[in-house]
């Protein structure tokens, strides 16, 4: 069965594990085992069953209610699966939001219609980091209408307060959809809601199911292979995972930034060998010489349509941290250090609007020139997704995120 990843994001208290809670419990993915004990920690918290205590794992996150971790659940609906996972959306746990919402194909975003809730910076900040990780199609959940009577103005308000922001960050118009929910109480869930008639669009679980039909899909390309090392030095065997385009034995291939040449003899997919492999597959490859030089990190692609070898990008960050010039790179698995970043200019990441800008600034982007210490094989983000995006870190702690322009 087909899985989609959907990454669940939103502001703190904004109803997200309520959400699955609920979800599971009407799609019937959750065991009356999980349900039960929910049940048990709601009567501790002298509190009515709250389903969003089948998710939250932790004993401590049920008694604080709130989601300090990246969870998991899996919900089945027709022939496909989507495996969710639900982001903390407190401002001080932003690095566990990105790790999660960097697995999305489709985000689901979370806004209170309550009126002392709605639309907040992190519900913005969210969405603009959502769409910087390269997720394409999102679903607003605006929640808790029960608190609001059901309103329909209520609903249209917040369409209106996001619909322009939505834009301004990247997102097409016509991969965005608004559902009017209460997860609480599982309304517009996996049924329609008659509550909210004047609403024509699917339910959510169905919302969802469309445009999981429409995500992903292999990727098509020129050959990237990620090389993870040498696997059998005597038999000149490498392993790597292809990222884009296909493999054929046969094949003659260059590895970068070292730039040997080889022909791929041998394909193992599994365990079997195999006259061809696709992107998403790991594979096991002989090599017809020697090389020296097949580290973790290093890049195969096919003779002529290679990716760009260089020292210096132009790259958006997403910053966590503030950092000077003690700045190290992740990149594909391997650390290298960052010789210089020059700031081109800020992004307001709550409005998607440039700023002046010097120095990196917590919680908002940066536009700038990244100088590595060494060349490296890269493509912009938009072309290949994991030949386009580093991690930063300053001082051994996480400082931010980048993609290639």
């Given at each position: 069965?087909l899985v989609?990843?959907i990454?669940l994001l939103?502001h703190?208290d904004h109803?997200?594990?309520?959400?699955?809670?609920?979800?599971?419990?009407q799609t019937g993915?959750?065991?009356?085992?999980r349900?039960?004990e929910a049940k048990v920690?709601s009567?501790k918290m002298?509190?009515?069953?709250?389903p969003?205590?089948?998710l939250d794992?932790?004993?401590?996150?049920r008694?604080?209610?709130?989601?300090?971790?990246t969870?998991r659940?899996e919900i089945k609906h027709?022939?496909?699966a989507f495996a969710?996972?639900d982001?903390?959306g407190?401002?001080?746990?932003?690095k566990?939001?990105?790790s999660?919402?960097s697995?999305?194909?489709?985000?689901?975003?979370l806004v209170s219609?309550k009126?002392?809730?709605?639309v907040?910076?992190q519900t913005r900040?969210?969405?603009?980091?959502?769409?910087?990780?390269?997720?394409?199609r999102?679903?607003?959940a605006v929640?808790k209408?029960?608190t609001?009577?059901?309103d329909e103005g209520?609903?249209?308000?917040i369409?209106?307060?996001?619909?322009g922001f939505?834009?301004?960050?990247?997102?097409?118009?016509?991969?965005v959809?608004?559902?009017?929910i209460?997860?609480?109480?599982?309304?517009n869930l996996?049924?329609?809601s008659?509550?909210?008639?004047w609403?024509g669009?699917?339910?959510?679980i169905?919302a969802?199911?469309?445009?999981a039909?429409?995500?992903?899909?292999?990727k098509?390309?020129?050959?990237?292979?990620?090389?993870q090392?040498?696997?059998?030095?005597a038999?000149?065997?490498i392993?790597?995972?292809?990222?884009?385009g296909?493999?054929?034995?046969?094949?003659?291939?260059?590895?970068?930034p070292c730039m040997?040449n080889?022909?791929?003899?041998?394909i193992?997919?599994?365990?079997k060998?195999?006259?061809?492999?696709n992107a998403?597959e790991?594979?096991?490859?002989?090599?017809d010489?020697?090389v020296?030089?097949a580290?973790?990190?290093?890049v195969i692609?096919g003779?002529?349509?290679r990716p760009?070898?260089?020292?210096?990008?132009n790259?958006r960050i997403f910053v966590t941290?503030?950092f000077?010039k003690?700045v190290?790179?992740k990149?594909?698995?391997?650390d290298?250090?960052c010789s210089?970043?020059?700031?081109?200019?800020g992004?307001?990441?709550?409005?998607?609007?440039?700023?002046?800008?010097?120095?990196?600034?917590i919680?908002?982007?940066?536009d700038?020139q990244?100088?590595f210490?060494r060349?490296?094989p890269?493509?912009?983000f938009e072309?290949?997704?994991e030949l386009g995006?580093?991690?930063?870190?300053s001082?051994k702690?996480f400082?931010g995120i980048?993609?290639?322009?």
């Open positions: 069965m989609r990843t990454a939103g703190k109803g997200k594990s309520t959400l699955i809670g609920n979800m599971l419990i993915s959750a065991t009356q085992v349900i039960n920690y009567e002298h509190k009515p069953f709250e969003a205590f089948i794992s932790f004993a401590e996150e008694e604080q209610e709130m989601t300090y971790d969870t659940a027709k022939d496909l969710f996972i982001v903390p407190h401002e001080e746990l932003i566990n939001m990105i999660g919402a697995y999305g194909e489709i985000a689901i975003l219609a009126g002392d809730e709605g907040r910076d900040r969210h969405l603009f980091i959502s769409r910087m990780l390269g997720i394409e999102l679903i607003v929640n209408m029960d609001i009577q059901y209520r609903f249209e308000e369409k209106s307060s996001l619909g939505i834009g301004k960050i990247g997102f097409n118009p016509k991969n959809c608004f559902v009017p209460s997860a609480y109480n599982g309304e996996v049924k329609r008659k509550k909210m008639g609403y669009g699917d339910a959510l169905d969802i199911y469309k445009n039909k429409r995500a992903g899909g292999r098509r390309g020129p050959l990237r292979i990620i090389v090392g040498v696997l059998d030095q038999s000149n065997m392993g790597g995972r292809i990222v884009s296909r493999l054929a034995a046969g094949n003659r291939i260059v590895i970068m040997d080889a022909v791929a003899r041998e193992i997919v599994k365990g060998r195999v006259r061809n492999a998403g790991n594979v096991a490859i002989r090599l010489r020697k020296k030089h580290l973790r990190g290093a692609s003779l002529s349509d760009l070898l260089t020292d210096t990008v790259a941290k503030r000077g003690d190290q790179i990149f594909n698995g391997i290298i250090r210089g970043i020059k700031v081109l200019n992004i307001d990441t709550t409005t998607g609007e440039k700023i002046k800008a010097t120095k990196p600034e919680l908002n982007a940066i700038a990244v100088r210490e060349r490296l890269v493509e912009r072309e290949t997704k995006r580093f991690v930063l870190y001082k702690d400082a980048g993609t290639i322009k």
